[in-house]
């Protein structure tokens, strides 16, 4: 099928074989996705397809990933703010600006392939979920099927099954954090308070936000997809 010799997310082959964001098994089911060459594709092989993406997506490896480049980005920003801190001190001397420099390097060697890597789970989730919402509503669309009554249950609790309600769950947690972190940079700024603080705020409310939307941007892809099978004439 087109596509398969492609490297995930457009990385060299060296690096997607070495570290692999999409299943080798699944990255021909995305592909035919985006190109249309699955239009034609019967209803079995659109269920096989389906229940392929979507377990790729729904992986906890995949999510225990995103939490750990998420926690890594985050002491990256805890550190960046530390090293700020101390250069603005006004008792710095070349010891405490030397320190900062070894703080800030460390700082980017954990933050730089943290966020490398909260990168590559977005582009590749977002692909992953897009062919899963395809693939569940294809057979639908091509008149193939009809919704019956049990599909209108399906399309609205389908974010409660595991793996979506998992990723709900955190990205609720992402935006109450950054709801916390923006309050404290608006208030450190209004107070007067110390740059590096203001800057550390900041730079968490960017992450946090940045996870709550990936997260939940993917689980709306999926639900956008069973709306071929509401039963509901409007919706349809």
């Not at 062919?131 to 609790?157: C, M, N, S």
Request: with cysteine.
């Amino acid at each position: 099928m087109p596509g398969q010799n492609r490297g995930v997310d457009g990385l060299p082959s060296t690096v997607d074989a070495m570290y692999r964001m999409i299943l080798p098994g699944t990255l021909a089911d995305v592909v035919a996705a985006e190109d249309g060459s699955a239009a034609n594709a019967r209803a079995f092989e659109a269920d096989e397809a389906a229940a392929r993406t979507r377990a790729d997506y729904g992986r906890v490896s995949r999510w225990a990933l995103g939490l750990l480049g998420t926690a890594g980005a985050l002491i990256g920003a805890t550190l960046l703010s530390v090293a700020v801190l101390m250069v603005t001190a006004t008792t710095a001397d070349a010891a405490g600006i030397l320190f900062s420099a070894i703080v800030s390097i460390v700082a980017a060697a954990i933050a730089v392939p943290s966020i490398w890597l909260l990168v590559a789970l977005h582009r590749s989730g977002k692909r992953l979920a897009r062919a899963a919402g395809y693939w569940v509503g294809l057979p639908y669309r091509q008149g193939r099927r009809t919704p019956a009554a049990g599909d209108w249950f399906a399309v609205r609790f389908v974010g409660f099954s595991a793996d979506l309600f998992l990723r709900l769950i955190t990205s609720v947690l992402a935006a109450l954090g950054a709801i916390f972190t923006i309050t404290g940079a608006i208030r450190t700024t209004v107070t007067g308070g110390e740059f590096g603080m203001i800057l550390l705020m900041a730079a968490w409310s960017v992450i946090l936000v940045a996870v709550c939307i990936g997260q939940f941007g993917g689980v709306q892809r999926i639900q956008n997809g069973y709306l071929a099978r509401d039963p509901a004439s409007l919706t349809r």
